[in-house]
Every structure is written in C-alpha cells, then in structure tokens.
C-alpha cells in the first residue's frame, strides 16, 4: 500500500491536477445535494475486498460525489456562513496533509505548533490581550466554546476551594447566543439561564443586570460565566461587550465571548470600535475558516490566561509524563489546551495564508465584504418587492419578500440552488420566514446580489 510504483506516481500526478485545477476554478460550480438513494444509484457500492483502484476511486469522486457536494466558496453561496479559503491556504492545506504532522504536543510538532502560535499571537493582538495570553486551534465553533466552558468551570470550582466540587454550574447568555452553548451547557450537565435580547437579538448589560439581579443568592453562588456573542449567527449583531465584561468582573465570573463569526471584523480599523469590551473577556474564539479566508477546520480558542486552562484540559497519563515534566513546562503543548488530545495543524493553512499575503489584506478583503453588505442593503431599500427587516452590523443581511409564504421562501430556494445560480435558504426572524444574506467572500459583487434580488420578483 505504501510502495511508491508507477501506479502511485501516476495517481500522485491525478490528485495534484485535480486540486490546482479546483482552485484555479473561477467561479467554481454551484453543484448541489442529491439524495442518499440517488447517490447509491451513481456510485454503487465504493469499498470493496479487491479495491477500485485510485484513479478510479478518484474519478467516481470527480464525476459523482464532488457534484453532489455544495461550493461553499461559491461567491453566491450566500446560506449559514460560507467560506472563502485563501488559493494559498488550501494549497497548503495539502502540504499539512502529506506532511504527517502531529500537532498536540511540542516535543512532536514544535515547528508546526510554533507557526499557529504566532497565528494565535495575531488575533490576540486584534482583542487586545495582554501578551501573556495563548491558547489552540480547535475544529469549530462548538470545541471552542466548549473548551472553554470547561476552563471557566474548573476555575469556578478551584477558587472556591472544593465547595463546588459538587454543585452543578449556572451559565448566562443572551437568546441570541449560538446554539452550541446550550449543547455545551447539556454535554457538561450544567445549567443555562438566557438574557433577553433587545429587537435585534443583542444582549445589553441592563438586560443581564436585571436577570442576574432576579437570581437567588444560592443561584448566584452558582454561577461560572457570562457568555456574550460578537456578531450572532443570525443577524450578525455584536452584544454589549463592555458592559457584560464590567458585569462579569465585578461578579468575578469567567468572561466569554462567542465570536465565532464576527469577531473576524477585529482586522478592519473601521469595526474595531464595535468590538469595545472584547478586551476584558477571559477566553474567545474565532473561526478562521469563517471570515478569515481559511479552509475547514480551524476555530481559534484564546485564554486571557492559558494555564487555567491547562489546568482543566491536561489529560495525566504514564506515556503522557514526558510531555509534562518541569524542565519542558515552558513549552506549549497544543493538547493541553481544549477537550482533545490527537488533533491535526488545522491553524497552519491560516498561518500561511497570513504569512503569505500579510495582515493588511486581511482587512482590505474583510472590508471589501462590507461594502457588498452595504451596497445589498442599498438594493433591498430601493426595490418594491422586498424589504431590509435592519441595518447590517456586520455582514448579514435580513430581508423579507413581501407577501410570500414560507412554502414560496423553500420553492424559490431550491429552485435557484439546482439551476446552479445560488444558494440562499430561508431563515427564521421573530417567528416570520425571511431570507438571509451572509458575505464573507471577497469575489462577491453588488451585481451578483442585484441579479438574486430580480430573481424574487
């Protein structure tokens, strides 16, 4: 299997042709989902005791299973949050796949672990944390937020000095918070309480102030963090940052803050002002492969203190000891860090997109969004047959069209996503089905939002 024949020259050669020519794909195909049965129709049966071989392994792949595999690059990939990965950082996200690189300790991938970490550095700096500060690169969203729950939790329970050992945890978020805090909160057995957001689904401090002051004493007692959201999934608004910091503080609970998202705008000098507050969080995250132009998976975890965090995550075992002895303590090990041991250099694409291009066209492309968010709401607002349910924060755009039904919404979605034109799925806004922009990809125009917008009329 391993036996570097001419068949597997030959297959090297496929697969290195096959992925310069998808990234030089400009735009790439749409493509769309089929059906489990119809896949097995197209596909038949793949694993099979003798072996398809690779090239015929990776034909079916072209001619089947890509096809049917939704480009979320696509620039009118407008659903959930796209992506739209670097050409550099998806060719080196190759490089980290053939490279066998094992990123959870130092001792194995200190060279690896070291580029995430000036990676890490970087986005520290956009939050303002102070330099002592550190942390990991996680799959998503969900790991991150859940890793650092877990380290607000431990630390809850150590100041008090064992007499939480046993009591169940208290959490508080806004409504508008992700949904992987309430699975976070199940996976830990603990308990959420939600704040309620204002119109826009943002959390402010008066809100939580009232909800925290409506708690009883043992409640109180209870409570690990405060969980406020930059930039929600839905509407991308940014809560009360500062004020929920100043609540958290002065409470002396965890400080989290969700942005998953959003806080990818930190990189434009022009949002920074929205963030205001970030500064006081104890840990955050951010997904790369989000609004930073990195490809899947790759969240950014960051502590405000990361041996706290060690602390909560170190994972104690006899052929584990030589990563933790005292004289290599002053190293980083990626594993102790979050609720996984074995992880890949997920954070090295976006190191070397960053690395490549420089920081500075990092906010240019991030503000080139902006202004296809500005110039959609500008198209919405002058068109009859739709209407701007609010003024964009960030990058996403709520809108309705007028006088449809959500059974109109669905028909028109799936009609555009398998012409190949589009994809835009409906969302949901105080109970009424809307649609919902989101524009993280710099290739996207006004011209391509112009073309969707004619296209409810």
């Known amino acids: 299997m391993h036996e570097h024949d001419a068949a597997i020259e030959e297959l090297t050669d496929a697969i290195v042709e096959y992925a310069v020519e998808r990234v030089r794909l400009d735009p790439p195909p749409l493509d769309r989902s089929l059906s489990y049965a119809a896949l097995l129709e197209l596909a038949g049966e793949t694993i099979t005791p003798e072996g398809l071989g ?30 739209a990965p670097t050409e550099a950082s998806i060719l080196f996200d190759l490089v980290v796949g053939a490279s066998s690189i094992y990123a959870g300790s130092w001792l194995e991938g200190a060279g690896a672990v070291f580029a995430e970490n000036q990676a890490l550095r970087w986005l520290a700096d956009l939050a303002g944390l102070p330099e002592t500060a550190g942390g990991v ?17 431990h630390e809850w329970r150590r100041i008090s000095g064992g007499r ?13 918070s992700h949904s992987s805090i309430a699975s976070a909160a199940r996976a830990m057995d603990a308990d959420i309480i939600t704040v309620p957001a204002d119109s826009r689904g943002r959390m402010h401090s008066d809100a939580l102030s009232a909800t925290i002051d409506a708690l009883a004493p043992e409640e109180v007692d209870r409570l690990f963090v405060i969980i406020a959201t930059a930039g929600t999934t839905n509407a991308g608004v940014i809560d009360d940052l500062d004020g929920a910091g100043v609540i958290a503080e002065d409470l002396g609970v965890w400080f ?9 705008a930190l ?49 104690h075992a006899e052929y584990l000891d030589v990563l933790h002895g005292e004289d290599v303590r002053h190293e980083i090990n990626p ?9 890949r250099a997920r954070g090295l694409p976006f190191w070397f997109s960053l690395a490549t291009y420089g920081t500075i066209e990092y906010g240019k492309a991030v503000d080139a969004t902006l202004q296809v968010t500005r110039g959609a ?11 701007l349910l609010m ?32 994809f835009v799925v409906p969302t949901a806004w105080n109970g009424e089905t809307v649609l919902r922009f989101c524009f993280v990809n710099p290739l996207t125009t006004v011209e391509q939002v112009g073309e969707i917008l004619d296209s409810l009329s």
């Open 256 to 264: 989290h803050v969700d942005g998953a998202y959003g806080a990818a």
């Open 377 to 387: 709401a500008d198209l919405i607002r002058a068109a009859e047959h739709v209407e």
């Open 164 to 176: 939480n050992d046993r009591v169940r945890g208290l959490m508080i978020a806004s409504t508008g």
């Open 335 to 343: 594993s102790d860090y979050a609720h996984h041991l074995s992880r």
């Open 137 to 153: 690169f996680v799959s998503g969203g969900t790991g991150g937020n859940l890793s650092a729950l877990i380290a607000a939790r």
């Open 54 to 83: 690779g090239l015929r392994a990776l034909q079916l792949f072209a001619d089947v299973l890509a096809p049917a595999t939704i480009s979320v690059d696509h620039s009118k990939f407008l659903s959930f949050v796209p992506a």
């Open 267 to 315: 990189c434009s000098p022009t949002m920074r002002p929205k963030f205001a507050g970030i500064e006081r969080c104890d840990s955050f995250i951010v997904d790369p492969h989000k609004w930073l132009f990195a490809p899947f998976d790759c969240c950014a975890l960051l502590y405000r203190d990361p041996e706290i965090a060690f602390a909560a995550h170190t994972q």
């Open 391 to 422: 003024e964009p924060e960030l990058s996403i755009v709520l809108f309705r069209r007028i006088g449809w039904t959500p059974a109109q919404y669905q028909a028109w979605s799936d009609k555009t996503l398998l012409s190949g034109d589009a």
